[in-house]
């Protein structure tokens, strides 16, 4: 890339582009499926207004702190009242640049067939991103992530058709030096996935490595980087009421270069926000805009993404619950919000359950259907996510894409069709009120794609199940996961393109990576 000239783009086939071979499961193909529901609407037009003018108020009068010390300028400069670290700012000034950003856009990774929209009524899944720890049926305890754990949840997220994009570590591989952390992780996700990636803004030299590092992936030119996003990174407040340092800076880098960000406040009720849930939105909506208002300043028309994480803690022990009514109603209050300003909007798979159980799928079940509710575009965690963020785990990685299939397969337009096939008179008639419809030819003409298939799920009766050897979920899924990786075939990648990043890892690694204190 020295001479600032393009390498054929690597990549792969779309579909199952990611195994050849015999498939270790039949799974539905890749597409990107759009929410063609009307969105679950709680709030009046009068609610709306309210919280929409509750965040114009916690902007103008009271502030949002930004440790940035660049982002303070440019407040400055915009006209803002900056005291010290407090920011305030008009609602007028705030409208006008939420009014830059783009409803909708597309994220085109390495491999141009995985291109996804982000916006309108798409609705997109991702992997599970940043636990710290590790669960699997065969360990069968919590242990500390590894670098081999996170590559294997990465080949997971390559080989599921209804996982969309590659967020970040699907679990954090301590046992490389955090320095170079970020160098071994994105390697390994670019050579294993060809999806949309992610960047943490965790310092300059993160943010700023995984984009060159995509950069080369894509076989790019700088231009042709900066023309248009082909990746993105993902923020949290410092709730209540502040944004850190090294997270806005990885933003401002990452719009200044045309790449995408989503600003999703952390807001739990009762904890870092009020312990109404209205007031937990409004909190949330306010530090979203603060951030999203900087980026259309530095940048008019930056790709942005407003986020929701806002759930409530348990009242009797403080820890975090997700996937809870409270969770729900939040994220549907937050689209209406997202619509409101003309944003896409990111909510997330989430549960608070310890081990892939019942717990854990009707929480996170709870929590991806509030997302197709609310109208959300992109979900985060929707596969993967144990204890409240601190596990991942590849059993319920599998059962999780169970349910996201059956979500898509919900919404493709064959299942809701009125044709006169669909109403199917002729049937009826030559059936009538004696027979059946399992041998007419209208049924044997469909039968094969008529209903959802499961992956994981044991649809026969409990005698067949219990003589089939009477396996539990979780060990169907674990059995699904050991399959996927015995069959797993990474996507294809140029050798001039490979020996490109392997070079560049390395150079980066003998400059010693990102600094840290240890």
């Not at 970040?168 to 170079?180: C, L, N, Q, R």
Request: aromatic share 8%; hydrophobic share 40%.
């Amino acid at each position: 890339m020295a001479d600032g000239k393009p390498k054929r783009r690597g990549g792969g086939r779309a579909g199952a582009a990611n195994r050849r071979g015999t498939a270790a499961i039949e799974q539905m193909p890749w597409r990107l499926p759009v929410n063609t529901d009307r969105p679950t609407e709680p709030l009046t037009e009068d609610g709306v207004q309210a919280i929409h003018d509750g965040a114009m108020r916690i902007l103008e009068e009271i502030g949002i702190e930004f440790l940035n010390e660049e982002a303070l300028e440019i407040f400055k400069e915009a006209g803002c009242r900056v005291d010290g670290t407090n920011v305030r700012m008009g609602r007028d000034w705030v409208m006008e640049m939420l009014g830059h950003a783009p409803a909708q856009f597309d994220l085109t990774p390495r491999n141009a067939d995985r291109k996804i929209t982000i916006g309108g009524k798409h609705i997109l899944f991702g992997n599970v991103s940043s636990p710290p720890n590790y669960f699997d049926l065969e360990i069968g305890k919590k242990v500390s992530g590894s670098r081999a754990q996170c590559a294997n949840l990465l080949r997971l997220t390559q080989y599921f058709n209804c996982i969309h994009f590659a967020g970040g570590y699907p679990v954090e591989p301590v046992d490389i030096h955090a320095s170079v952390r970020h160098l071994d992780v994105v390697h390994d996700k670019l050579l294993l996935t060809d999806k949309v990636v992610h960047a943490y803004s965790l310092g300059r030299e993160r943010v700023e490595d995984v984009m060159e590092m995509v950069k080369i992936a894509g076989g790019l030119s700088e231009d042709e980087f900066a023309a248009k996003p082909h990746m993105y990174t993902n923020i949290n407040s410092t709730s209540p009421l502040k944004h850190d340092v090294p997270m806005i800076d990885g933003c401002l880098r990452c719009v200044r270069r045309g790449q995408a960000v989503i600003v999703t406040p952390f807001t739990l009720a009762g904890a870092m926000a009020p312990v109404t849930m209205s007031g937990a939105v409004t909190l949330s909506i306010a530090e979203a805009l603060s951030a999203i208002a900087l980026f259309q300043y530095v940048r008019p028309g930056c790709p942005c993404v407003i986020g929701t994480f806002t759930s409530n803690v348990d009242m009797k022990s403080g820890a975090p619950a997700f996937g809870t009514p409270e969770y729900m109603r939040a994220t549907q209050m937050t689209g209406q919000m997202a619509r409101f300003y003309g944003l896409p909007m990111r909510a997330s798979g989430v549960c608070a359950a310890n081990v892939p159980d019942g717990q854990a799928m009707w929480e996170t079940s709870n929590s991806l259907w509030s997302a197709v509710q609310s109208g959300t575009n992109i979900v985060y965690h929707a596969a993967g996510w144990l204890e409240g963020g601190l596990v991942a785990s590849p059993e319920k990685f599998v059962m999780d894409c169970e349910v996201l299939q059956m979500i898509q397969r919900y919404m493709e337009p064959e299942v809701v069709a009125t044709g006169p096939d669909d109403i199917a008179i002729d049937a009826i008639k030559e059936v009538g009120p004696q027979g059946h419809f399992f041998g007419i030819q209208h049924t044997q003409d469909r039968y094969e794609k008529a209903f959802y298939q499961p992956m994981v799920s044991d649809w026969r009766n409990f005698e067949a199940w219990e003589a089939a050897g009477g396996i539990w979920t979780a060990e169907r899924a674990h059995r699904t996961f050991k399959d996927i990786l015995n069959t797993f075939e990474a996507p294809p990648m140029d050798e001039s393109i490979k020996e490109e990043l392997a070079a560049f890892v390395d150079r980066r690694k003998a400059e010693g990576g990102a600094p840290t204190d240890f």
